[in-house]
Nanobody, 122 residues
Framework: QVHLVESGGGLVQAGDSLRLSCAAS????????LGWFRQAPGKEREFVAA????????DYADSVKGRFTISRDNTKSTVYLQMNSLKPEDTAVYYC???????????????WGQGTQVTVSS
């Protein structure tokens, strides 16, 4: 089992930046891919970004490409999401994820964190 704990969410204004962190623990060796999903009010949960174990492959949703950067520090078992040029439509609960492969469907995610709220005001 993998436990994921997000932090770093908050309230910011449009155009601001925010950095999310997620600490992983437990049997992380079986879930080398870490990522982020988000769910806005009244919307379905959607893929944001994912990163493989060595960090060579990074995938992003089109809506965040060029603005968000995913990274990881395996010595700390932590994945990060640097969010720049935030927009009101980025407002959502952001969930850290872990699994064996890169997936873009929430139905295929192995493990979920509890979520952290990001609110972007206009």
């Amino acid at each position: 089992q993998v436990h994921l704990v997000e932090s770093g969410g908050g309230l910011v204004q449009a155009g601001d930046s925010l950095r999310l962190s997620c600490a992983a623990s437990g049997r992380t060796n079986s879930s080398p891919v870490l990522g982020w999903f988000r769910q806005a009010p009244g919307k379905e949960r959607e893929f944001v970004a994912a990163i493989t174990w060595r960090g060579f492959n990074r995938d992003y949703a089109d809506s965040v490409k060029g603005r968000f950067t995913i990274s990881r520090d395996n010595t700390k078992s932590t994945v990060y999401l640097q969010m720049n040029s935030l927009k009101p439509e980025d407002t959502a609960v952001y969930y850290c994820t872990a699994g064996g492969t890169v997936v873009t469907s929430p139905d295929l995610v192995g493990y979920w964190g509890q979520g952290t709220q990001v609110t972007v005001s206009s």
